[in-house]
């Protein structure tokens, strides 16, 4: 099935320490893609979207996404966490224009001071 | 912040009875969401709206039903709740189709 996956539920970084997130999709043609956070008790804030064009895409509070086509991922990446940056963070891919938004289950990100 | 307003915030109610959720923006979007948020699932799409009275599945849509009158207001009604209907529930909007959502603050609903 099609899907979007999210390997790491919950992850743990030291202020300051660079991040990672993963993200991968098994649709086959390119779609569209978002990365979103959730901090506590709130709803879903944008970051950052893909759609074509550069594969590097830069979005809020200093995150930046990269789009491989050959490993179908679009990896969510920091150079230093900042303790506020601690929240849930949500893959999205909208598989064609026909289709609605999809989206991973999450990956929990705990920063320690 | 994008002007959605989901109300109420908090509930509590009994199987079997029903229940309404309200979504109410100021955008003047054309697109309406409604998506339902649990541990181990991520958001999944229950409903959706692309104009006024113009609605469509998502995936999760089994004892949900919308409506849309006004293209400020959608509504998520439980004709019978149930337990395995007590999630978090999130409005969002956008729009054209596919451009990125803008989410309210969610209600969470608890079916006793």
């Known amino acids: 099935a099609q899907s979007v996956t999210q390997p790491d539920i919950h992850i743990t970084v030291s202020e300051g320490a660079s991040l990672e997130l993963r993200c991968n999709y098994s649709?086959?043609?390119?779609?569209?893609l978002f990365w979103y956070v959730q901090s506590p008790g709130q709803g879903l804030q944008l970051l950052l979207k893909y759609f074509s064009g550069d594969t590097l895409v830069q979005g809020i509070k200093g995150f930046e996404a990269e789009f491989k086509r050959s490993q179908s991922s679009f990896n969510l990446r920091k150079p230093s966490v900042h303790w506020s940056d601690a929240a849930e963070y949500f893959c999205?891919?909208?598989?064609?224009?026909?289709?609605?938004?999809?989206f991973g289950t999450g990956t929990r990100l705990q920063v320690t001071l | 912040d994008a002007g959605i307003t989901q109300s109420p915030r908090h509930k509590v109610t009994e199987t079997g009875t029903p229940v309404t959720l309200r979504c109410h923006q100021t955008e003047n979007h054309r697109y309406m969401y409604w998506y339902r948020q649990d541990p181990g699932h991520g958001l999944r799409l229950i409903h959706y709206?692309?104009?006024?009275?113009?609605?469509d599945k998502g995936e999760v849509s089994d004892g949900y039903s919308v409506s849309r009158s006004k293209t400020e207001d959608f509504l998520l009604t439980l004709e019978s709740a149930t337990s395995s209907q007590t999630s978090v529930y999130f409005c969002?909007?956008?729009?054209?189709?596919?451009?990125?959502?803008?989410f309210g603050n969610g209600t969470r609903l608890t079916v006793t």
């Open positions: 709206s692309y104009g006024v009275k113009d609605t």
């Open positions: 649709y086959g043609a390119t779609p569209y």
């Open positions: 969002a909007i956008s729009e054209e189709n596919n451009s990125p959502l803008h």
């Open positions: 999205a891919v909208v598989p064609g224009t026909a289709s609605k938004l999809t």
